[in-house]
């Protein structure tokens, strides 16, 4: 019998071979150590440390976080001056620091302006203090001189945000007028005991002081702003024979407008001319003998109060 031969597709299935065993894992290789990232400089963190910090505000009027302004260039040293320029220095009655600086009271209740002809340099420099101090923009401000002279010094104001009240009087003749304006109002708003910025060119500060005085102020609370650091000293326009006469002027402690019986306390003369400032009469016309005096005093280049003498002596003279 034919031996049968097995059927492939019946015979039974091969064991699988045995699966290989894996491979051992390599080791991890070793993680450095991170290596520290120093802060840069310019990050935010480290802002407060560079720049520098704001400087504390007197008058708390520069915003949060606002750096103060830059200090003022140094300023001229006073030996170095010329005859002049120390005269004019004088005349101003302006008060410095150890650094030479203008000084000013930090709390002043108000800023009295006495007009001048030279307009243009009141009222660059006018702007300018109220740049540098702003504190000054809310206290009162007392303005007197002619229409024009005021109306300059408004025009300094402009655009600086000033919310004091104002008080002016336009037309004022002398720096008498001045002064007694200046006094009334302030003993009106009951602060005539206060510090005060006195504002005025240079040449004419000291008579305006003197003439303040008079009228009832303290000059120690009269602060003069006007600085004649901020003259030039080649200025050809501010004549020496000016200046000589308000020198003199301070000496006598005269002042444009001064009234008779103001002349009479002061002046320090013999019995027959004292007799006759003492016996002036104020109804008469003070004014035209003012004048007169003004122009013998230009012209002969002498103090007003010697040529008021001399007029006073010719009249006494005429009436003997």
Not at 60 to 79: F, I, S
Not at 175 to 188: G, I, M, Q, S, V
Not at 263 to 288: L, N
């Amino acid at each position: 019998r034919q031996q049968e031969r097995p059927n492939p597709l019946l015979a039974p299935e091969p064991a699988p071979a045995p699966a290989p065993e894996p491979a051992p894992a390599p080791a991890p290789l070793p993680v450095p150590a991170p290596v520290p990232v120093p802060e840069p400089a310019h990050t935010h963190k480290s802002i407060p440390t560079i720049l520098p910090q704001p400087a504390p505000d007197p008058t708390g009027t520069l915003p949060v976080g606002t750096l103060p302004p830059p200090p003022p260039p140094p300023a001229p040293d006073p030996t170095q001056l010329s005859e002049r320029a120390k005269q004019i220095r004088e005349l101003s009655c302006c008060k410095y620091d150890e650094h030479g600086h203008l000084t000013l009271p930090q709390d002043p209740v108000a800023t009295v302006i006495f007009g001048s002809s030279r307009e243009e340099d009141m009222k660059r420099r006018f702007k300018e203090l109220l740049q540098k101090h702003p504190n000054l923009k809310s206290k009162y401000f007392i303005i007197t001189g002619t229409k024009q002279e005021v109306i300059s010094i408004h025009q300094a104001t402009e655009g600086l945000g000033t919310t004091g009240d104002i008080f002016q009087k336009t037309d004022a003749k002398s720096t008498d007028d001045n002064a007694k304006f200046t006094a009334e109002k302030l003993r009106e708003l009951n602060v005539a005991d206060r510090d005060i910025v006195f504002f005025t060119f240079p040449v004419l500060a000291r008579s305006g002081i003197d003439a303040l005085e008079h009228y009832g102020l303290s000059a120690d609370k009269v602060h003069a702003a006007f600085s004649s650091d901020w003259i030039s000293d080649e200025d050809t326009t501010i004549q020496d024979a000016w200046v000589d006469s308000k020198i003199e002027m301070a000496r006598t402690k005269e002042w444009s407008g001064k009234p008779p019986q103001a002349i009479a306390a002061a002046a320090a003369v013999d019995g027959p001319v004292s007799m006759a400032f003492a016996s002036v009469d104020p109804s008469s016309d003070w004014a035209a003998v003012q004048e007169q005096a003004r122009e013998l005093s230009e012209r002969e280049g002498i103090s007003l109060e010697a040529a008021t003498r001399k007029i006073f002596e010719e009249q006494r003279h005429r009436a003997s």
